[in-house]
Structures are given as C-alpha cells and as structure tokens.
C-alpha cells in the first residue's frame, strides 16, 4: 500500500530471498518511482499527491490513446485474432468475480498484448515507466476493476474492427474514467472512494 515502509529483513524471510536481493529490489523500484528513498528511514511506497495523480493521468491519457491506436492500425486477424479474442473472453468472465491477483494478471496481458501489437520500442520503453500500479493501489475503489473491464472489452473490441480512432477514444476514455475517481476520491471527506 502507499505510505507503506518496506523493512528490507522482513522482505527477505517474505520472499526467501537474501537481503542483497531485496536491496537491489527496492533500489529498481526507487529508480522506477514507485518506492521513495530517504535518508536514516526505511525506503516508502511512493503517495501521490492528488496533483501529481492527475499529472500522471494526464499522461497516461495521451500514451493510453497512442498505445490502443497503433495496436488496431497492426492488428493482423490472422496473426492476433485468437489471442485478442482471448484477452476479451476473460475479461467478460472478470465481470463477477473479485479475484484482484487474476485481474491483475490478466490486465498485465492485455497491455502486453497492445504493446506487442503496436509495435513501438520506444512506446513501449516509456508505458512501463507510468505509476498506474500506485494509482490504482491509492485511489480504491469498489467499482474500479468494474469500470476497467467495460473499457478494456471497449478497446479489445475496436482493436478487433482495426479502428484506429475508435481504440484510441476507447483508451482515453478509460483514463478519464480513472480521472474521475482519482477527483471523487479527492473531495470526500473520510478520504474513501464509493
């Protein structure tokens, strides 16, 4: 969780691991900007401010877009058809279920799928380094994994008709979406998302 202090000898018995290892790790992770370092204080799951939340928003708005557009302009029925198809199947069956660490792992594919399809190392090179995964920890949500299932079946689904523009709407929606919960959550007063 955000705010979280990692304690590098728990970490080690945690994962079996030795201490190296989890130091390496958390210097990664710090390089990333996912873990804060400061000095005399065990290392800290990064918190992002409501403004820093909406800046990184704002980016992931337009790379979200590039991202899900490209991906329908290379889509080859042939070559990508079956797994696309997959990847929208699954999430259909997440609509009911609560299983975060399947979710989870199956949004991992989804996007590995889009940057696979899009092509772009550069792209590729930059999406991996959007905190989304500090968002979505900070900023909970009951209806979120919801939400995200409808947008992403949106954006398999103009992949799948190799709409350009109707993909990159479809994931400059789904940011929005994550906007909007990021703003509620900013003015409730117990500091919860409904």
Known sequence: MPGQRLIETELAIQFG???NAVREAIKQLAERGVVELARNRSPAIRVLTREEALEVLDVAEVMNGLLAGLAASHFDRERHGQRMR??????????KQRDVTSFNELRRDFYR???DLAGNRELRRLFLTIRMEILHAQYQSAHWQQIRVEDYQAICAAVLLRDNAAANAAAKRHVRHIRRIVEEFAMRPDGRCA
Do not use: D, H, Y
């Not at 997959?86 to 609509?95: I, N, Q, T, Y």
């Open 113 to 115: 799928l889009l940057l």
């Open 86 to 95: 997959s990847v929208k199947a699954r999430f259909a069956g997440c609509r």
């Open 17 to 19: 691991v030795g201490r």
